[in-house]
C-alpha cells in the first residue's frame, strides 16, 4: 500500500501514475499529487511528527516521496517569533513571524520546494535539473544539485539583484541570463523543456515541487502549539505558495493535528506587479496578466501560473489581499528591521506592507492573531535600501574624535 495515489487534474479530475508530468492531456489544468488519507491518519499522530527530525522532512508522510528523502536534511523548521514590538507598532495583539530568511542552505523558503523536486527527480533517475526562477529559486537549485551532484541549467531574468545572480553562480550551475521578464524566461523553458530531457523543478516536476511549500504552513501550525491563527498573510509570486499554505491547514484538521481550520489566508503582492491580489480586490475569478514594473523582484511574475488558485484559496478562506508600493516595500523592510531584527528582502517588505494595509482596512481586527510570512532574507537584495540607511560615521582613530562625535549624538 502506498500512501501516493499519483496524480490528478485539479480541473477534469482525470488520473495519471506518478511521473514527471504537470498539464493533463485533457483539458491542459495543472496536475496535483493524490495522497490516501485513510492510510496515513493510520500512522501520523502529533507525537510522531515531534519526534521527527528538526527539519521539514518532519512532515514526510505528507510529502510525494515514494523512499527516503536524499536532499535538504537542513531545510526548513525555521523560528517562528512572537514579534511584540512589531504587534506595537501595528496595533494588533498577537503578531508572529515565520522567519524563512534563515531557511538553510540558501535563506528563502524556496530551500523547501527545492529539497522535495530534487529528491523527487533523483527517484525519476534524472541526472540534469533545471528551473526558470526570479532569483531566490535560482540559489536554491544551485546549491542542492551541487550537493547532490546534479548538473543545473538555471534561467533567468538578466537584470536580477547582484546577491542573486552571485549567490547562484557561487555553486557553479550553468547559468543563462534572458535578456527579458520572468514571463518570457518561463516560456522559453517551457519550450527548452520540450525539447532537453531535464527535470525542470518548476514545469514537468512542479506538482511534486509546489507540495514543499506546505511544510511551511505545517511548522506555523505545530510551533504555534497545534492551533491553527486568526490570519497568515502569505506573499505571491507565482501563487503556488498561498494555496499550499491553506492545502496544509486543511490536511492537518482532515487529520485531526489542529482543531480548527478557519485562518484567513490573504495575499500580498507589489503594486507594480499584482495581479492575484487585483482579482481578489476587483472581485474576479481569472488573473489578468500584467507587465511588472517593481523592485519586489522575486515576486515579479506577471502572469502567475497558479493564479486562480491563488485567489480560490484567498476568498475561500475567507482572506483578502494588498498591494504595496515600492516606497511602503522599503518603509516595510526597515520598519520589521528596527522592530525585531529581522533583514527580510524586498518580498518581506511587500508581506508586511500588505499586512499594515489589511490591519487598516479592518480585514485583520485588533484582537486577532496574525502570522506574516518572512519568506527571503535582506542581505540579496542590498541595492533596495543602500541609499536609504543612515551611513556610519566616519572618524579618524581617536578617542577626542569619538567623544567630538558624541555631542552631536546627545
Ligand atoms: C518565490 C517566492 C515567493 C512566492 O512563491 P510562489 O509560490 O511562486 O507564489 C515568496 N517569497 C519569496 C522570497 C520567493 O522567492
Ligand atoms: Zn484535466
Known amino acids: 500500500m502506498s500512501r501516493i495515489r499519483g496524480l490528478r487534474c485539479r480541473e477534469c479530475g482525470a488520473e495519471y501514475p506518478t511521473a514527471p508530468l504537470h498539464v493533463c492531456e485533457m483539458c491542459f489544468g495543472p496536475l496535483e499529487v493524490v495522497y490516501d488519507y485513510e492510510e496515513i491518519a493510520q500512522v501520523l499522530s502529533r507525537e510522531r511528527i515531534a519526534s521527527g527530525p528538526p527539519n521539514h522532512w518532519r512532515y514526510q508522510d505528507l510529502l510525494p516521496l515514494d523512499g527516503e528523502p536524499t536532499d535538504g536534511h537542513d531545510t526548513g523548521y ?21 522567519n524563512d530568511s534563515v531557511c538553510a542552505p540558501t535563506l528563502s523558503f524556496k530551500d523547501r520546494v527545492v529539497s522535495v523536486a530534487l529528491s523527487k527527480a533523483k527517484e525519476f533517475g534524472f541526472d540534469t535539473v533545471a528551473c526558470a526562477s526570479t532569483g531566490n529559486l535560482a540559489n536554491a537549485v544551485a546549491a542542492h544539485a551541487a550537493r547532490a551532484g546534479l548538473r543545473a541549467f538555471i534561467f533567468i531574468p538578466a537584470d536580477l539583484e547582484l546577491g542573486k545572480v552571485v549567490g547562484t553562480s557561487i555553486y557553479r550551475p550553468h547559468l543563462v541570463g534572458i535578456e527579458g521578464t520572468y514571463d518570457e524566461v518561463n516560456r522559453l523553458c517551457s519550450e527548452i523543456a ?12 512542479r506538482p511534486f515541487y509546489s ?14 502549539g497545534w492551533r491553527a491563527p486568526d490570519h497568515i498573510v502569505v506573499p505571491c509570486a507565482g501563487g503556488s505558495l498561498i494555496t499550499k499554505v491553506r492545502k496544509a ?58 493564479g486562480i488558485y491563488a485567489v480560490a484559496a484567498a476568498r475561500e478562506s475567507g482572506g483578502f489581499g494588498a498591494h504595496a508600493t515600492d516606497e511602503e516595500i522599503v518603509a516595510a523592510i526597515e520598519l520589521l528591521a528596527s522592530t525585531e531584527g529581522i533583514f527580510t528582502e524586498t518580498a518581506g517588505g511587500v508581506t508586511l506592507a500588505a499586512t499594515k494595509r489589511l490591519i487598516e482596512e479592518g480585514r485583520i481586527g485588533r484582537d486577532d492573531s496574525v502570522v506574516i510570512s518572512i519568506t527571503g532574507n535582506g542581505l540579496k537584495t542590498l541595492e533596495v535600501v543602500q541609499n536609504v540607511v543612515k551611513p556610519a560615521y566616519v572618524i579618524p582613530p581617536r578617542l577626542e574624535a569619538f567623544q567630538e562625535l558624541m555631542k552631536t549624538i546627545e
Open 78 to 98: 525555521t523560528p517562528l517569533l512572537p514579534a511584540r514590538n512589531l504587534a506595537a507598532a501595528l496595533g494588533v495583539r498577537e503578531v508572529w513571524i515565520k
Open 194 to 205: 520540450g525539447v532537453y530531457p531535464w527535470a525542470f523543478v518548476n514545469i514537468n516536476i
Open 211 to 224: 507540495e514543499g511549500s506546505k511544510t511551511f504552513g505545517f511548522e506555523i501550525l505545530e510551533q504555534l
Open 249 to 306: 491547514i486543511q490536511e492537518f484538521h482532515k487529520l485531526g493535528l489542529i482543531d480548527r481550520a478557519d485562518t484567513k489566508v490573504h495575499a500580498a503582492q507589489a503594486a507594480g506587479c499584482g495581479p492575484i491580489v487585483t482579482a481578489i480586490r476587483e472581485g474576479e475569478e481569472f488573473v489578468r496578466p500584467v507587465r511588472p514594473n517593481t523592485i519586489a523582484k522575486s515576486l515579479a511574475i506577471g502572469n502567475p501560473a497558479d
